[in-house]
């Protein structure tokens, strides 16, 4: 089969870029041709003049990414497109050019941007879903993407434009979501439950269980206001126990912040380790005891929970969206109510206090990764979906 991947990369690579480069080398793995379509929004920083005073009417409709589309499809005929992300340079004119060129197309709903232009439902520190409650000139008015009302409203105007113009709900055959809550989530917004099948991410190459570990807790993460790691300082703040170590691995906006926090309550027992490469992070996540999901979005499908289960450490996560659905309560990891530094803390020392119980839970999240989320069972379940856009689009 020849598959055509479309994807615009991200300023700050983050897990979209991973699923996108680890399902062209299953792909490729497999012996499928696979053509490529990448653009990067790095690209922006080399705009001006005119070009630059165009991104804003490129972001709806990018006429020519839709002809350099178009020309790719005849010059290599691809079986199906399978497109991850097209914000903000490669716009969605592209699945007018696949809809023209007879081109079925699947799209990875990686985020929640078909329907909240901050990708989020995340605003002021909650879950917010006024966009879709209401509709999108709510997200103008609190300034939502990069607190800017200019460029929310650009982001606002796509959406609105492109679901006018039924773009992704005409235009593509198949869309995966990465977990039945993300599913229900986007069937909520308006897009056809009946084209949407859920695959989950998966990890390759599968790191190994681990043959020991236990030293310390471990955050792995952006350090950034919905992934909540001043709950997590807040419940270090509240252990009755001895302190127990915490690596908190990562870089963002908030690192700062996060770090002056913890000196300020004094705990010594956290450590900030900065940006890590992968194989890094994999390392300390195989020496920890558990590790730490403090999120309070609406996550998708977080590698770094994967990663864990591949790896046989078990997660405590907030217990709302997708980590309810990935981590089982009791079996492959504990819940504890989002925003709640209390009951954090109550369940960080009773998983520091129960070292086999945490073994038995991340032998079981192991047998979870086995089941569900290595590249050879993640396979079959891509090719499924390739199959029915194919048909659907015949």
């Given at each position: ?43 922006v ?15 709806i ?6 002809r ?11 079986d ?32 929640y ?10 605003r ?7 966009c879709?409650e ?39 055959n198949?869309?995966v ?5 993300a ?12 084209k ?22 471990v ?6 206001p ?10 270090w ?8 170590p ?34 890094r ?58 925003g ?15 070292p ?11 047998r ?5 989320y ?5 396979y079959?379940?891509?090719m499924k ?10």
């Amino acid at each position: 089969m020849k598959v055509l991947l479309v994807h615009n990369g991200y300023q700050r690579p983050g897990g979209e870029d991973v699923v996108f480069e680890q399902e062209r080398s299953l792909l490729e793995r497999a012996g499928h041709q696979v053509v490529l379509y990448h653009r990067s929004n790095w690209e922006v920083e080399r705009y001006s003049g005119a070009k630059r005073l165009a991104l804003a009417r490129n972001t709806i409709w990018n006429s020519a990414s839709r002809r350099e589309i178009a020309k790719l499809i005849a010059r290599e005929k691809p079986d199906v497109a399978h497109v991850h992300n097209t914000f903000v340079v490669v716009s969605p004119s592209i699945f007018s050019a696949c809809q023209a060129g007879g081109v079925p197309v699947v799209l990875t709903l990686h985020n929640y941007r078909l329907l909240c232009p901050a990708a989020t439902f995340f605003r002021d520190g909650k879950i917010c879903q006024e966009c879709v409650e209401h509709d999108l000139s709510r997200s103008i008015r609190h300034a939502c993407y990069h607190n800017s009302r200019a460029t929310t409203a650009v982001v606002a105007l796509m959406l609105t434009l492109n679901h006018w113009r039924r773009t992704w709900t005409d235009g593509v055959n198949r869309f995966v979501a990465l977990t039945d809550f993300a599913r229900k989530k986007f069937i909520e917004g308006g897009l056809p439950a009946e084209k949407i099948l859920v695959k989950p991410n998966f990890v390759h190459p599968d790191p190994g269980a681990r043959t020991e570990g236990g030293e310390y807790a471990v955050f792995v993460g952006r350090l950034s206001p919905e992934k909540r790691v001043s709950t997590l300082l807040a419940a270090w703040g509240r252990l009755n126990s001895s302190q127990i170590p915490l690596l908190v691995i990562g870089t963002g906006p908030q690192q700062d912040e996060l770090q002056a926090e913890a000196a300020r309550l004094n705990l010594w027992a956290i450590r900030f380790e900065g940006q890590a490469t992968r194989e890094r992070a994999i390392a300390a996540i195989k020496r920890a005891r558990f590790l730490v999901f403090s999120s309070e979005w609406y996550e998708n499908f977080p590698v770094t929970i994967g990663e864990a289960f591949a790896c046989s450490t078990p997660v405590i996560c907030s217990k709302m969206g997708a980590m309810e659905e990935i981590v089982e309560d009791g079996r492959t990891g504990l819940h504890f109510m989002p925003g709640n530094a209390e009951d954090l803390a109550y369940k960080a020392e009773w998983a520091w206090s129960h070292p086999e119980a945490m073994r038995e839970m991340g032998a079981e999240a192991r047998r979870e990764y086995e089941t569900k989320y290595t590249a050879e069972k993640n396979y079959p379940l891509l090719m499924k979906i390739y199959e029915e856009a194919r048909t659907a689009g015949a």
